[in-house]
């Protein structure tokens, strides 16, 4: 009798698909300085003042995000990617190193099993409350990376990510030029 229970539930533990787990990766690029953020124009390293976070989806779908961010500017919306949101998907750039992010928590990714542990990710920073409401944005090229499943050993983003550049939008350019032109014709009247 016993032997006859097994024999299914053998059957039914062989066929059962992959169980999904969460694959965790690490806002994190100290020391990876090809994938700092500087900012234009000037081309310097960030320091305070903005925050970093990232869109992600599992495979690698690189070709196709690229593809369907080309001709934004590097500023534009993320599509076909999920916002990671929570206080390990945030973290402050250049407070502690000019062009760096560092969170020291794992991000955990749904969706990971065994077999597919390549995501794809695009890193984004901002100045504002959400990337999608500020003022001075830009987001990296899209880029794929593994995620791991033990989350006490996450794969550090930065080892993967290219660097980019933060791009204010023109009416801050504009903005600031009507406040120096206004300082100039304000000097010139005191003279």
């Known amino acids: 009798m016993k032997k006859i229970l097994l024999v299914p539930l053998l059957g039914l533990t062989l066929t059962t698909p992959a169980a999904h787990a969460q694959g965790y990766v690490q806002l994190y ?3 990876y300085p090809a994938s700092f953020i500087t900012y234009t124009p000037g081309g310097a390293p960030v320091t305070g003042g903005y925050f970093v976070g990232f869109y992600y989806g599992v495979g690698d ?16 919306n993320i599509p076909n990617l999920i916002l990671a949101t929570g206080a ?14 560092e969170s020291m928590t794992s991000f955990g990714i749904p969706g990971i099993t065994i077999n597919t542990t390549t995501v794809t990710l695009v ?4 100045n504002g409350a959400s990337y999608d409401t500020s003022t001075v944005r830009a987001h990296s090229q899209a880029f794929s990376m593994p995620a791991r499943v033990d989350p006490a050993f996450p794969l550090e ?3 993967f990510a290219p660097g980019f550049a933060l791009i204010p ?3 801050t350019f504009a903005l600031t030029g009507l406040g120096l032109a206004g300082l100039l014709i304000f000097r010139r009247r005191k003279s």
């Open 29 to 31: 690029n100290f020391g």
């Open 61 to 76: 779908t690189v070709a196709a995000q690229n593809a369907a961010m080309a001709g934004d500017g590097g500023e534009g």
């Open 88 to 101: 390990s998907a945030v973290a402050p750039l250049g407070t502690v190193d000019a062009g760096c992010y």
């Open 123 to 126: 890193v984004v920073a901002y």
């Open 157 to 159: 983003i930065g080892a």
């Open 169 to 171: 939008e023109p009416s």
